[in-house]
C-alpha cells in the first residue's frame, strides 16, 4: 500500500525564524493537500496542490509540489507564535481518498 | 453554517461495553470519512461513504468495528465490544465531491475514547 514519510517529526524555533516541513510519498499523487491541526483541535485544510511543480502562496505559507508528483513541502517565513500546531500533508493517489503523513509538529517559542 | 457535528466530544467506558459515535455532516456534502487518531499510528481512515453507500472500509480494523449511515445528514461509528486498545480520538470528516479526486474535507471536532 502506499507510504507517506514526513519529516522531521517536530521542530522548535524561536518566533521569527523559517521553518520547513516535507513530505514523501511512495506513489504517485494525483494531488496532495496540507493540513494544519492546532493543540486539541481537529485538523483544518490549508491547500491542495495538484499539477507537477506547483508552488502557491498564501501569505508566509509556501507549498510546493514536487516535479514527479511524489513529493511536496510547506515553507514557513518568519514563524510566529501562531503558527504553533501539527502540519499534516495528505496524499491522494486517485482514489477519492486520502492517505495522512504521521505530521509535523511546530513549537514557537517567543 | 455549524460545520461538522459529532457527539459525544468525550466518552469514557469500560472495556466490553458498547460505543456508538454520532456525526452530522456539513448539509449538501456528499462525502463523509471516519478517522482515527493516535499518537503512535496518527490519523487512519476507517471507512469512506460517498452518497450514503459505503465506499472504502479496508481501514476498520476488525469485526468489532461497524458503521452505518442511513441518511445524508446521519452516520454512526459502533464498536462492540470495545477494548482498550481502541482508545482514540475519532474524527469525522465529509467534502463535497465532484466526480473522481479528492477535495477539501471538513473535519468535525472530533470524540475523544477512553476505554478502560
Known amino acids: 500500500g502506499q507510504q507517506v514519510m514526513q519529516i522531521p517529526q517536530y521542530q522548535h524555533v524561536q518566533e521569527g525564524e523559517d521553518f520547513t516541513t516535507y513530505c514523501n510519498s511512495s506513489t504517485t499523487l494525483s494531488n496532495i493537500q496540507w493540513y494544519k491541526q492546532r493543540p486539541g483541535g481537529h485538523p483544518v485544510f490549508l491547500i491542495q496542490l495538484v499539477k507537477s511543480g506547483e508552488v502557491k502562496k498564501q501569505k508566509r505559507l509556501t507549498f510546493q509540489f514536487g516535479e514527479a508528483k511524489k513529493n511536496s513541502s510547506l515553507h514557513i517565513t518568519a514563524t510566529q507564535t501562531t503558527d504553533v500546531g501539527t502540519y499534516f500533508c495528505?496524499?491522494?493517489?486517485?482514489?477519492?481518498?486520502?492517505?495522512f503523513g504521521k505530521g509535523t509538529m511546530l513549537l514557537v517559542s517567543p | 453554517d455549524a460545520g461538522v457535528i459529532q457527539s459525544p466530544r468525550h466518552e469514557v467506558t469500560e472495556m466490553g461495553q458498547e460505543v456508538t459515535l454520532r456525526c452530522k455532516p456539513i448539509s449538501g456534502h456528499n462525502s463523509l470519512f471516519w478517522y482515527r487518531q493516535t499518537m503512535m499510528r496518527g490519523l487512519e481512515l476507517l471507512i469512506y461513504?460517498?452518497?450514503?453507500?459505503?465506499?472504502?472500509d479496508s481501514g476498520m480494523p476488525e469485526d468489532r468495528f461497524s458503521a452505518k449511515m442511513p441518511n445524508a445528514s446521519f452516520s454512526t461509528l459502533k464498536i462492540q465490544p470495545s477494548e482498550p486498545r481502541d482508545s482514540a480520538v475519532y474524527f469525522c470528516a465529509s467534502s463535497k465531491t465532484q466526480g473522481a479526486g479528492s477535495y477539501e474535507q471538513y473535519f468535525g471536532p472530533g470524540t475523544r475514547l477512553t476505554v478502560t
Open positions: 461513504f460517498n452518497n450514503n453507500v459505503p465506499i472504502d
Open positions: 495528505a496524499c491522494d493517489s486517485g482514489y477519492s481518498t486520502l492517505t
